[in-house]
């Protein structure tokens, strides 16, 4: 086994250094290594049944070195998006946002002739969680009674584990305020 091709460099340079495997002879430098020899490197590390994984409290993503292997050996949730996709996802994201808004979930006044089309391209970008207007576009149709089976956004572990502190702090970042009942004296001297 080795790790599968769709996990993207970019991915496994954020997972070494959430898990501080730099400190690993084999990864020094990881961040100029080209992806083969770093995919490579670090499949030997994760071989060592002593490694132990500490990412701290924030992301916390495998438990085991064996729920590491076994997720870097599997296909990958997230597809990489090329620039033309990026622009498609785009697209069918304002005419999601657009069916949702402008046309209030009417079909008539929307750019799309059936309920099928917008539950097509709602599934389409689904698989792109991580932007964050696709994310938008899913909740806004999510919302549409026509729609039986409400559809879920691939969200990596990262950006799910990001969202969570954020809404922490926002909600940490509120005033909280207590009504208490009772006799009290105020002393003007």
């Given amino acids: 086994m080795n ?15 959430i898990y501080k495997l730099d400190s690993q002879p ?5 961040k100029k290594q080209k992806k083969d020899i770093l995919c490579n490197n670090l499949w030997l590390v994760l071989q060592d049944e002593n490694l132990s994984l500490d990412a701290g409290r924030d992301y916390d993503i495998f438990n085991s070195v064996k729920d590491f292997r076994d997720n870097l050996s599997a296909a990958s949730e997230i597809e990489p998006i090329s ?12 005419k999601l946002v657009n069916y949702c808004k402008s046309c209030s979930y009417e079909l008539t006044y929307s750019l ?34 026509k729609i039986k089976d409400k559809i879920k956004p691939v969200i990596s572990h990262k950006v799910k584990r990001n969202m969570i502190l954020k809404e922490k702090a926002v909600k940490d970042l509120n005033p909280h305020f207590s009504i208490k009942k009772g006799n009290f004296s105020l002393d003007f001297s």
Avoid at 26 to 30: H, I, V, W
Avoid at 83 to 94: A, C, L, Q, W
Avoid at 112 to 137: H, L, M, Q, W
């Fill in 3 to 17: 790790i599968h091709h769709t996990h993207t460099r970019k991915t496994l340079v954020d997972l070494i250094s």
């Fill in 26 to 30: 084999s990864l020094t430098g990881y």
């Fill in 83 to 94: 620039e033309s996709e990026n622009i498609k996802i785009s697209i069918t994201v304002k």
């Fill in 112 to 145: 799309y002739e059936s309920i099928e089309e917008v539950i097509d391209d709602c599934t389409y970008i689904s698989k792109f969680g991580n932007i964050p207007t696709v994310r938008r576009a899913v909740k806004l149709v999510n919302i549409d009674n």
